[in-house]
């Protein structure tokens, strides 16, 4: 019989439970991350969210996903990176009010397609927007921790330099020359760094995303809001690859 490891992972831990903001630190000038040490640690898969559930005093309820950042070697904490939205219900209690010590209640791991494992191989495309890259980052650092040569093309697109989530890391990602390698755009910021771009992407950031590649990917992950989505999903078809092996996660709007 096969067992469907994600899956019973997920059915296991999906009841909610309350989390401890154990730190909280800076990721970029409008992200900020939030570690959490669940009461009852579960196993999850790299690009897995978790839906975080806050409560008010008059028992008024608001809950929203957040993509675990951490990989699953990582251990019992785990990350969320959250970006402030303005007016943002969730993302403004986190940044405005959230201290080191509140208690949270999540749910994880949630999420069954956007998943990618060591094991899965290679070559991947990952293409993220803003926020969009908090999942891959997870996948990032689960192909570093299980030492994986698995060859990955990252395209990221961010407003600007100071909104880069994760910046140091995934230029340090970069500069190992392991089989990872990154195309970085901003779209209203000048460009820092010789061979980034400075507009949105487009079909010839798409062709040289899959130029870094040793061959044709095996599977693409699309992150980040619904518009962001539709574009990116829609240049990778154009660029010939096939909607089968193309997995998307839309965080809305
Ligand atoms: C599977 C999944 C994973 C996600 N992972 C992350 C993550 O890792 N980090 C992260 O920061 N967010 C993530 N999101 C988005 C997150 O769930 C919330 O939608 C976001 O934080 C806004 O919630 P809010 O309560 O602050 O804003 P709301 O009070 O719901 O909305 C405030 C304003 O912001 C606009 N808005 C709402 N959502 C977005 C959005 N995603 N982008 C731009 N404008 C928006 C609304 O239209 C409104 O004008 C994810 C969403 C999904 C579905």
Same mark, same amino acid.
């Given at each position: ?6 899956s019973a ?6 009841v909610?439970?309350?989390a401890t903001?154990? $730190?909280i630190v800076?990721r970029?000038s409008r992200?900020?991350s939030?570690?959490?040490k669940?009461?009852k640690?579960?196993a ?8 975080v559930r806050?409560?008010?005093? $008059?028992?008024y309820?608001?809950?929203r996903n957040y993509s675990?950042?951490?990989a699953?070697e ?5 990350e969320?990176?959250?970006?402030k ?8 209690f986190f940044?405005d009010?959230a201290?080191?010590g ?5 749910k994880?791991?949630i999420g ?18 803003g926020?969009?890259?908090v999942?891959?980052m ?8 299980q030492r994986s040569?698995?060859p990955?093309?990252l395209?990221?697109?961010?407003r600007?330099?100071d909104e ?11 500069q190992?020359?392991?089989?990872f $390698? ?5 779209t209203?910021?000048?460009v820092?760094?010789?061979g980034?771009?400075?507009?949105r992407?487009d ?6 995303t899959l130029s870094k ?9 699309v992150?980040?809001s619904?518009p962001?989505v539709e574009?990116a999903?829609h240049?990778l078809?154009d660029a010939g690859?096939?909607?089968k092996?193309v ?7």
């Amino acid at each position: 019989m096969t067992i469907n490891l994600t899956s019973a992972a997920s059915r296991k831990a999906t009841v909610w439970q309350p989390a401890t903001i154990v $730190d909280i630190v800076a990721r970029s000038s409008r992200v900020k991350s939030y570690l959490l040490k669940p009461e009852k640690p579960f196993a999850y898969q790299a690009g897995q969210h978790a839906t975080v559930r806050l409560t008010a005093e $008059d028992g008024y309820r608001a809950q929203r996903n957040y993509s675990i950042a951490t990989a699953p070697e990582d251990g019992d904490i785990i990350e969320l990176a959250i970006e402030k939205l303005d007016g943002g219900e969730v993302s403004g209690f986190f940044h405005d009010t959230a201290m080191v010590g509140d208690e949270i209640e999540i749910k994880a791991p949630i999420g069954g397609h956007f998943i990618w494992s060591v094991k899965d191989g290679g070559p991947i495309v990952l293409i993220g927007g803003g926020s969009g890259v908090v999942p891959f980052m997870s996948m990032l650092r689960h192909r570093a921790a299980q030492r994986s040569a698995a060859p990955v093309a990252l395209l990221y697109s961010s407003r600007s330099w100071d909104e880069l989530i994760f910046r140091d890391e995934i230029f340090a990602a970069q500069q190992r020359h392991d089989g990872f $390698d990154l195309v970085l755009t901003l779209t209203r910021d000048k460009v820092r760094r010789q061979g980034d771009h400075d507009r949105r992407i487009d079909a010839a950031m798409i062709a040289e995303t899959l130029s870094k590649l040793p061959g044709q990917p095996a599977q693409c992950f699309v992150c980040g809001s619904n518009p962001f989505v539709e574009m990116a999903a829609h240049g990778l078809m154009d660029a010939g690859i096939s909607p089968k092996i193309v997995r998307t996660e839309r965080y809305g709007v």
